[in-house]
């Protein structure tokens, strides 16, 4: 399974921006999806922002996002840099959390996160109101 290094996390007033980087160490396409996760304290770890990486040329690039997401998050990527990046905009006092990237082999993962077999460490986000 390949390594995954997550970078970007940081501290920031509401409103404020971040982009978070997912360092992939072994080939792009060896997965098909690539996922952005988030955990905050006492709750679930839930579904950011995934972006197709790998299986069929008609579908990489394809995104998904999650419901509070709103237009405020970004996911894209850098294939020769194997990079997966979530620029944050806007961000709310709710989106602090440690956010995760993952790998999923599954072509119809999506963001749900059992399907998701391969995790980083994680970064902190911490949003101060």
Not at 60 to 71: A, E, K, L, S
Not at 110 to 129: A, C, E, K, P
């Amino acid at each position: 399974a390949s390594q995954l290094v997550e970078s970007g996390g940081g501290s920031v007033q509401a409103g404020g921006s971040l982009t978070l980087s997912c360092k992939i160490s072994d080939d792009i396409n060896a997965n098909i999806y690539t996922g952005w996760f988030r955990q905050a304290p006492g709750k679930e770890r839930e579904g950011v922002a995934c972006i197709r990486t790998g299986g069929s040329q008609l579908f990489i690039g394809n995104t998904f996002y999650g419901p509070f997401v709103g237009g405020r998050f970004t996911i894209s990527q850098d294939r020769p840099k194997k990079v997966v990046y979530l620029q944050l905009t806007n961000l709310k006092s709710d989106d602090a959390a440690m956010y995760y990237c993952a790998t999923s082999g599954y072509d119809g993962a999506n963001m749900r996160v059992r399907d998701y077999t391969n995790w980083g460490t994680g970064t902190q986000v911490t949003v101060s109101s």
